[in-house]
């Protein structure tokens, strides 16, 4: 099983990248922070079924934490994600260093409206405009046909689809549905600061989710699904950032007749938030 390259540098990436594009090989990337988990090889498993070549990147991107957050903690280990990257065939990663992608004197950050207000954006004013921006410069440098983003970021990958058309970006933005631990725990590289009694709890965060879209589905009043989503959560020791359901397309509170929608919710445990979120069919 032979290692894929490694390039840090745009001048690499763009050098690697040419001769499979004059090939009329297509690319694929998967953007991640590293720290990899089964969740963003299912990701890699996407970009191989839509593109000879695929290229990850990892950047711990200092924009989207806030100076409170885990930047300095956030979980790194690159070689045993260069193992899982090389089981997993993928032909090439990219792994700039912060100066890298954030040369000296830089002054251009990429700001998404729309479905970047509230939510995420309520406890996290900062995260977005830090995602949009390296996302943006990602697409830029690598300029994949597609790139694979997973819906465990469900709000995400509402800015990142909305910046890819506003911008006219030439990639195909794909989804890869969340993948989950056999007791429904939505995977995460935040996972990793679980405590044991914690983790044995946060299994009700995708419990209440579940069980609430059910009702929802239903035909339960979606306030009560909601309130009672927010008991279970609670009841089991987290505190709620928010339990929404929302518009799946717009991130709007309306949500609109034959359009589908989604619940989500974010909420902290011992110390680590944890965000989930599912889909709700329509109503009609
Ligand atoms: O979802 C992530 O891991 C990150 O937000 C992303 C998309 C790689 C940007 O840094």
Same mark, same amino acid.
């Given at each position: ?23 009329? @090989?297509?690319? &694929?990337? /998967?953007? $991640?922070? *590293?720290?990899?988990? !089964? #969740?963003?090889? +299912? ?60 040369? @000296?004197?830089? &002054?251009? /950050?990429? $700001?998404? *409206?729309?479905?970047? !207000? #509230?939510l995420? +954006?309520d406890a ?56 989950r631990e056999p007791d429904g725990l939505a995977?995460s590289?935040r996972n990793?600061y679980l405590g044991k009694e914690d983790r044995r709890r946060a299994t009700a965060l995708s419990a209440a989710l579940a069980a609430a879209g059910e009702a929802i589905e239903d035909?339960a009043p979606a306030d009560a699904a909601l309130i009672s989503a927010r008991r279970a959560i609670e009841a089991a020791g987290f505190t709620i950032d928010y339990v929404e359901l ?17 619940l989500l919710a974010a909420a902290r445990i011992g110390g680590v938030r944890l965000i989930d979120n599912i889909?709700v069919?329509?109503?009609?």
């Open positions: 099983m032979s290692r894929p390259a490694v390039v840090t540098t745009v001048a690499d990436l763009r050098a690697h990248l040419k001769p499979w594009r004059q090939a009329g @090989e297509r690319i &694929a990337l /998967v953007p $991640t922070m *590293g720290a990899l988990h !089964a #969740g963003h090889i +299912s990701l890699v498993q996407i970009g191989h079924a839509r593109a000879e070549r695929v290229v990850t990147s990892i950047f711990v991107n200092p924009k989207q934490f806030a100076p409170t957050e885990d930047l300095a903690t956030y979980p790194r280990d690159f070689d045993g994600d260069l193992e899982k990257l090389a089981a997993a065939g993928v032909d090439l990663v990219f792994a700039p260093e912060a100066g890298e992608m954030y040369p @000296e004197g830089e &002054a251009t /950050v990429v $700001t998404v *409206g729309g479905p970047s !207000a #509230g995420e +954006s996290r004013p900062h995260f977005f405009a830090g995602v949009a921006t390296v996302v943006t410069k990602l697409l830029i440098q690598c300029a994949p046909d597609v790139a694979i983003f997973g819906e465990k970021d469900f709000q995400q990958l509402a800015v990142i689809r909305t910046l890819t058309r506003d911008l006219a970006l030439p990639t195909e933005i794909v989804a890869g549905a969340t993948m995977m590289s990793l035909g929302r518009d799946a397309e717009t991130l709007s509170a309306s949500t609109r007749p034959g359009k589908p929608r989604r889909a069919a329509a109503v009609e």
